[in-house]
């Protein structure tokens, strides 16, 4: 096995870490193989590739789903400079509803965390010119997109540094009412 596997404490959110070799030339890793994330994937296919470059250290992207029918998994890697990479668990019924959990991932390091449908997604710039990989199970539909505010009560998100360069659309998304009981994936 190249890929390893590490369990979030949020069902179907995994970190995934690649096996680094190298010799005298420099080094080989293997970041993505359907097979060795079959059971992680429960039978989905990557379908697209995104690439988001977010320069200033502190600046917030998220929280971000599609709602079903195009709810997509995302499997997403840092490949220049470091961020602080959440997920929040929006599953109608889940046993962690809306609880967060967060992974620092950074350019080099070989990991990736793995966001299951019916989870949101974010992250925080930690350094300088932070460039993230994503590879989706669902393209982007632009109707089905959904979103929770960075700053929720009912998440209670602890974010590292105090957000900033947030869009008006993430701005704009509504705060979790006392009436939320999760989106069905």
Same mark, same amino acid.
């Not at 059971?39 to 502190?58: D, K, M, W």
């Not at 990991?111 to 449908?117: K, N, T, Y």
């Given at each position: 096995?190249?890929?390893?596997?590490?369990?979030? *404490?949020?069902?179907?959110?995994?970190?995934?870490?690649?096996?680094?070799?190298?010799? &005298?030339? /420099?080094?080989?890793?293997?970041?993505?193989? #359907?097979? &060795?994330? %079959?059971?992680?994937?429960?039978?989905?296919?990557?379908?697209?590739?995104?690439?988001? !470059?977010?320069? #200033?250290?502190?600046?917030?992207?998220?929280?971000? @789903?599609?709602?079903?029918?195009?709810? &997509?998994?995302?499997?997403?890697?840092?490949?220049?400079?470091?961020?602080?990479?959440? !997920?929040?668990?929006?599953?109608? *019924?889940?046993?962690?509803?809306?609880?967060?959990?967060?992974? #620092?991932?950074?350019?080099?390091?070989?990991?990736?965390?793995?966001?299951? #449908?019916?989870?949101?997604?974010? @992250?925080?710039?930690? &350094? %300088?010119?932070?460039?993230?990989?994503?590879?989706?199970?669902?393209?982007?539909?632009?109707?089905?997109? /959904?979103? !929770?505010?960075?700053?929720?009560?009912?998440? %209670?998100? %602890?974010?590292?540094?105090?957000?900033?360069?947030?869009?008006?659309?993430?701005?704009?998304?509504?705060?979790?009412?006392?009436?939320?009981?999760?989106?069905?994936?």
């Amino acid at each position: 096995m190249n890929l390893k596997i590490e369990q979030t *404490g949020i069902d179907g959110a995994v970190v995934v870490s690649s096996t680094r070799r190298g010799d &005298e030339r /420099g080094s080989f890793a293997r970041w993505f193989c #359907e097979d &060795e994330l %079959a059971a992680v994937l429960g039978g989905s296919r990557i379908v697209q590739a995104n690439n988001s !470059v977010t320069p #200033e250290p502190g600046t917030l992207r998220g929280m971000h @789903f599609q709602h079903a029918p195009h709810a &997509e998994k995302k499997l997403i890697r840092c490949i220049a400079g470091r961020v602080f990479d959440v !997920v929040l668990d929006l599953r109608a *019924g889940s046993p962690t509803f809306l609880q967060w959990r967060a992974v #620092e991932l950074a350019a080099g390091d070989d990991r990736a965390i793995l966001i299951p #449908e019916g989870c949101a997604h974010g @992250f925080q710039v930690l &350094e %300088a010119g932070a460039s993230l990989l994503y590879l989706h199970t669902a393209a982007y539909a632009p109707h089905a997109e /959904g979103g !929770v505010r960075y700053d929720d009560p009912r998440a %209670a998100i %602890a974010w590292p540094l105090p957000p900033r360069n947030l869009s008006a659309r993430d701005l704009q998304h509504p705060l979790l009412g006392a009436d939320f009981n999760g989106i069905t994936p």
